[in-house]
């Protein structure tokens, strides 16, 4: 079965630091990833999706990930995160085409002024 | 990018009453919907998938006699959740997919249920 862990469940930030979300995923066929961004009393948005090609993604707000796929990873970046990045933060898998979405247990991000 | 509203956005019921949630896609045709349920503090966990003008398919563990899904059109799908009791109490969430973005999930506000 298909499972998505992500390895941090509170991040405590900075304004300006560096970001690094872990997520790993165990399926051994094709997948595609996600990362969602669900800011507080809002729903969840895409931030950015991994389908085929360039493992490196960039996405919406300044966040990208990359995927690895000999470590079954798509951790995602920020280099420089803002006050208005804090938002609870999932990694996504879709591994059997039918679009079905397994999420990982999430990340809460809170930036500090 | 697409709109998929819930409604209601919470309701409070008794237990053993029974509980419709609505999920429609306000400027797109889905035929596909999708229903989740999360936990506080946990993740989304998906319940059941729902095709316009079909049955829906129900994953494991979730008992397809309680939370009754109907897709009777291309934008709206219901969820019921039947004779509700307290551990029932959840945020259900539905998401929608639009075959014209690349078939991106959207998903709705999400609906707060409190079985007392």
């Known amino acids: 079965a298909q499972s998505v862990s992500q390895h941090n469940h509170h991040v405590i930030l900075s304004e300006a630091a560096s970001l690094e979300l872990g997520c790993n995923y165990s399926y051994g066929g094709t997948v595609n990833l996600f990362w969602y961004v669900q800011y507080p009393g809002q729903h969840l948005q895409l931030l950015l999706k991994?389908?085929?090609?360039?493992?490196l993604v960039k996405g919406i707000k300044g966040f990208e990930a990359e995927f690895i796929k000999s470590k079954f990873s798509f951790n995602l970046r920020k280099p420089s995160v803002q006050w208005s990045d804090t938002a609870e933060y999932f990694c996504a898998v879709e591994g059997d085409s039918s679009y079905k979405l397994i999420f990982g247990s999430g990340t809460r991000l809170l930036v500090r002024p | 990018g697409a709109v998929v509203s819930q409604h209601p956005s919470w309701v409070i019921c008794k237990s053993g009453t029974s509980v419709k949630i609505e999920c429609r896609s306000l400027d797109f045709q889905a035929t596909t919907m999708f229903w989740y349920r999360q936990f506080p503090k946990q993740s989304l966990m998906l319940m059941a998938t729902s095709n316009e003008g079909s049955k829906a398919t129900y994953e494991q563990g979730v008992e397809k006699d309680k939370f009754l899904i109907n897709h009777a059109s291309l934008t709206l799908s219901t969820l019921t959740v039947t004779s509700a009791h307290p551990e029932d109490s959840s945020f259900y969430i539905c998401?929608?997919?639009?075959?014209?973005?690349?078939?991106?999930?959207?998903f709705g506000p999400g609906t707060r249920l409190t079985v007392l």
């Open positions: 991994y389908f085929s090609g360039d493992p």
């Open positions: 998401s929608a997919r639009d075959p014209t973005r690349g078939d991106e999930q959207f």
